[in-house]
């Protein structure tokens, strides 16, 4: 599984099935649910940690019609496995408004849906319009408004439930070009500018807490370039764990929970994991 996210990290899954049809994919989750089989929806790998140990039944990936679009006028469908980022950066090409603060968010429409993922004052909570899930367990389709959906910050009703998310409808407004041009080059500029990209990471470890961030919380703390085994707090951003070249999931939670720590021991904050870690969580 290294390979498949970005932090590089992880071991084997017992089976990784790609699906490109609706067909194929209630085809799997019929086998899933005959056989017991755990399962588990990868996206783009960006926000995810996989145990060193591996991942136990089917690890599942959305491609094909269930990662392609369409452009409605201004409404775009989208895809659960397709990627976020290229698809604010099309539309905002094609004059399309209100997704281009998504262009340097490294996942999928569906995980940026579940976790109403956001930057630099939009999230997606501000542009869906509706959205299809399946359900595991009876393979019943459904569409959801946002009502139903529940969003929050880094949030939403569908996160921690077993809910497939294979389509998103957003609705976009006309605007400039250039100037929707001008926005995504500042945002990316900035993003290289305060961002450990060149190092395999998974984003931001933490959510921001009400009124602070995280990472000033970290700096502050004094946890910047904190070190076990090869997985190291960012030097370049403190709300970032990176991948030196070697490091284990086990490496990245003892990291964390280190940071956690002395974070609520200076401040009397309890930050929360924003990167999802598959298994037992170490941070209950």
């Not at 529940?150 to 407004?173: H, K, M, N, P, Q």
């Amino acid at each position: 599984m290294a390979p498949r996210t970005t932090f590089r990290i992880g071991g084997p899954a017992e089976f990784l099935v790609e699906v490109h049809t609706m067909a194929e994919l209630l085809g799997v989750l019929e086998v899933v649910g005959k056989y017991g089989l755990p399962l588990h929806i990868l996206g783009n790998g960006s926000n995810v940690l996989v145990p060193d140990e591996g991942v136990p039944g089917v690890v599942l990936v959305l491609e094909g019609d269930l990662a392609d679009r369409r452009i409605e006028g201004t409404r775009v469908v989208a895809g659960g496995g397709c990627n976020l980022a290229r698809l604010a950066v099309e539309v905002s090409r094609m004059g399309l408004g209100g997704l281009h603060f998504a262009c340097a968010i490294p996942g999928t429409v569906g995980a940026g849906l579940v976790i109403n993922a956001g930057a630099h004052g939009g999230e997606m909570s501000q542009v869906v319009a509706e959205a299809e899930v399946v359900w595991p367990e009876d393979g019943r389709v459904q569409r959801l408004r946002p009502e139903e959906i529940g969003f929050g910050y880094r949030t939403s009703r569908l996160l921690g439930t077993s809910a497939i998310v294979t389509e998103v409808v957003f609705d976009l407004y006309p605007a400039d070009r250039d100037e929707l041009a001008a926005r995504m080059k500042e945002l990316l500029e900035r993003r290289r500018a305060t961002q450990p990209l060149g190092l395999p990471n998974a984003g931001s470890i933490f959510k921001n807490p009400p009124g602070d961030y995280a990472g000033r919380l970290i700096e502050a703390a004094g946890c910047k370039g904190w070190r076990v085994g090869d997985a190291q707090v960012s030097e370049k951003h403190a709300n970032f764990i990176v991948n030196l070249g070697r490091a284990t999931a086990r490496d990245v939670i003892t990291l964390a929970l280190k940071v956690r720590d002395a974070v609520e021991s200076r401040f009397g904050v309890r930050l929360e994991p924003e990167v999802r870690i598959w298994g037992p969580n170490p941070f209950r």
